[in-house]
């Protein structure tokens, strides 16, 4: 069983130390990036297939040389066999299709898996595609919002409770033939209930507590001519959305004017309080 | 149905000594072996002493079965060994490094959490090769049966498991022996309470003038408690000390007596705390439940396919002053081991109880463990008339004059050093409290030390502990909440007091149409899972899901 988990660096909005250029792109070289909180629960997925039928996980995520540190966490969460990461500069500020062609072609080269494993959404895009899309132009069938998972590896099927529209009331149970991709859910838990199980996450533990220290041993990067890829379809050039403007939420640029008031001055306190007044409401 | 479970040969319950012995022989054994452990790292549940002792006699002591042990996961070897009879302020030592080296290879202090941490790194590396091994956080909650017998052990946090041989090494108040029908928690009289502080020591060597390959155990005995039943203890470690008492639990519920305040009395007398540095800094506290072999040592500790081992079967010698319960916890476990590869080479597995039995027998171990001559004397020297007689006699001058007498000749310390009268020491107040007592009013010698010991209040203490607790799911139940059923757990429980509204168990007064009542009422969160309440009270008892509860970072 080999499973290949899609993965991505996003940044650390926590630190709230997010630098966007001035076009509005995010600069990810000058904020610190951290795995896509939700690609957790797709990594979760593919170690609770490794568990149950053995083989080996990949993990392959797209982005700067600096994404090392996201593919070591990867590996540590999910104690990953190796770690492929797509880089190039001409892949770089793609939108989610062309990483989706990106990734795919990646995929194609390493050899098609028999589970391709994607989170929901990504805590800075927030558009949840790269998973479908990736699936898409891999041409195997796909299952989105999955809880609950299990492979039959003889009869080659994946089965998978799913919530129906993202709804957590509503649920489904469906099946489809292996290679298959399952955009995994937030709600989704891995469970272990046989000692057997247990014991083989206890090896992989160990195992993997070595490889994630000299985790670039197991990395392979790939440019655009790795990949066969033309620049004209992937990076900027290739992305068909057009972001009209991205609001810099977590910080806005600080261009505030300030006046400096003397607490002690009546008038200038008084003109304050009025220019104050309009944003009390109320009163 | 149930072939559904999972299925190993021998599945061993707890990571304690016990469970490491029968894991090391059964995989020795080529036998595929699953151990079962609930705290998430090994030794974070357990507390000893400790001393464990590796015995001539025994068929089998811990570095039979870990060779590594004593230089990477003990603390010192134990070189000096006295008892300090104290009354007041006057104290009359005895050498009983005798007694102590008796039938002794060798016995080196030890801290539990890094002793069983260690354990279990070796115990897993050896059955992982017999497709077994080990896993913490699992808390075994029952026992599978199938048309009435044994075959296997439920769980919280896994599906059922089926084995042809169960080991319940799961400690004092072992769910799967009450499960079985073999021990009950009823009789105050059958258990000790153990109760503990590891003291920072980083000057050992200096203060005690040893090497870092000597240690020393230093035993009280005397008016300490007052006149709870019970001793204390103080030994060396690298570079702390382990200070405690274990007390007759029934004598500590008579007395209505606080498990760590009687700890302070010794912290703070000058016959310990000579050995303390100054500022007192205090690690841990901790407290636990020792059995009394004498009393509950299990005649035939086996059903169907179960066997108990150490402290689940009651396998705990207080050999007079001596606790041996760690040995032979090891000598059962591996004789368990022993007795399932023998019963299998043989083609009868189900035999493998009976053959563990044997083999407690035939190695001299339950001898140890219930010695008779204990019990052919018992019945005379623990009538109430008797102890009454003997005390008297000895408190009168006569038997001051004997004291002196029998000192003189040195007999009095070698009867203290004796094996077999300590083997046969009654339960009463005698030789826990009079005796020394009375030793040291007429032989001792004044003590006294500038130390100040100021040990923390039992509200910091329950604080400095590390928790992953309970909430929402409380392991223990009150079932009776009346001062009369449950009263003597508001003392009794070594983090709850009275008039301290912070520790596990309190007395309320709840006023209802007119009248007050006092009842008792039951906190979870700062237990320490010792096990007193499930004898002194009326719960419903089970130890905590894996994982949860108290942590140990000493033990
Ligand atoms: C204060 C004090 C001083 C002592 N001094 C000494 C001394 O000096 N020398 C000496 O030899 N002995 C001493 N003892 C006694 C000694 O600690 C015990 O006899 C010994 O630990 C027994 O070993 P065991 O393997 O049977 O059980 P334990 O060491 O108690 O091990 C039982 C194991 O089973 C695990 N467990 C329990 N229930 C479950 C479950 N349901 N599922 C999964 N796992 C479970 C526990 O977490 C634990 O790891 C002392 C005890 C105390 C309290
Ligand atoms: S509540 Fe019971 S088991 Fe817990 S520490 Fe108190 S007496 Fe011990």
Known sequence: ?283 | MSDQYEQYEAVVVGAGPGGAAAAAKLADEGIETLVLERGVKAGAKNVSGGLLYAEDSAPYAIDNLYPQIRTEATERPITEYTIQNVAGSTVKEYDLTRLHEHDTRWSDAVLRRKMDSWLAERVHERTRETGGGLLNGIKVNGLLREDGEIVGVTCDEIDPIRAEFIVAADGVNSELARDAGLMNWDEPEQWFQGVKATVEAPNVNDRFDIGPQEGVAHLFSGDLFDGVRGGGFCYTNVDTLSIGAVFHLDSLVESAAEPHELLNALLEHPVCSQWIDDPYREVEYAAKLVPDSKKVAHPDPQSDRLVLVGDAAGQMQAQGPIIKGMNHAVTAGALAGEAFAAAKRRGEPSSAGERYVERLYESGTMAKLRPKRYERLRPIAERERTTEVVDRLLESPIGRFGVRALDATGLLERLYSSPFMSMSIPDTQTPYVTLPTVIAETLGETVSDDTVVDPPSLEQRIGELTYDTDIGNPHIELLDNSVEASGAAVTACPVSASEFGGGCYREETIASNGTTKNVVSLDTQPCIECGTCAVVADTAWEHPSGGRGIEFRQG
């Not at chain 1, 170690?47 to 053995?54: D, E, F, I, N, Y």
């Not at chain 1, 098609?112 to 558009?127: H, N, R, S, Y």
């Not at chain 1, 649920?171 to 989704?188: G, K, R």
């Not at chain 1, 490889?211 to 620049?231: C, F, G, I, K, M």
């Open chain 1, 1 to 283: 069983m080999h499973s290949i988990v899609l993965t991505k660096g996003v940044p650390d909005f926590r630190e709230g130390q997010v630098s966007f250029d001035e076009d509005g792109h995010l600069e990810r070289g000058k904020t610190p990036t951290v795995m896509n909180p939700n690609d957790e629960h797709a990594l979760q997925a593919a170690l609770q297939t490794k568990v149950r039928h053995g083989g080996r996980v990949s993990v392959m995520s797209m982005g700067p040389p600096g994404y090392g540190d996201v593919l070591q966490e990867a590996m540590e969460s999910v104690y990953a066999d190796d770690l492929y990461l797509l880089s190039d500069r001409e892949l770089a500020a793609a939108d989610t299709w062309a990483t989706a062609i990106a990734l795919s072609t990646g995929i194609e080269k390493l050899g098609l898996p028999d589970l391709v494993f994607a989170g929901f959404k990504t805590a800075d895009g927030e558009t949840g595609h790269t998973g479908p899309q990736t699936c898409w132009a891999l041409d195997i069938p796909m299952i989105t919002h999955v809880t609950e998972l299990s492979v039959d590896s003889d009869e080659r099927r994946v089965r998978a409770r799913r919530l129906v529209e993202g709804d957590v009331a509503e649920v489904e149970t469906v099946e489809a033939p292996l290679p298959a991709c399952i955009v995994v859910d937030p709600e989704f838990e891995s469970d272990y209930r046989t000692a057997g199980e247990q014991l083989a996450l206890k090896d992989l533990r160990e195992t993997t507590a070595e490889r994630a220290v000299e985790y670039d041993q197991h990395l392979t990067t790939w440019d655009h001519s790795d990949l066969n890829l033309d620049p004209d379809y992937i990076g900027l050039d290739g992305s068909p959305t057009i972001v009209s403007s991205v609001d810099p939420i977590p910080k806005p640029p600080a261009e505030r004017e300030a006046t400096m008031v003397d607490p002690g001055d009546e008038e200038a306190m008084g003109e304050l309080f009025d220019e104050m007044a309009a944003f009390s409401g109320g009163a």
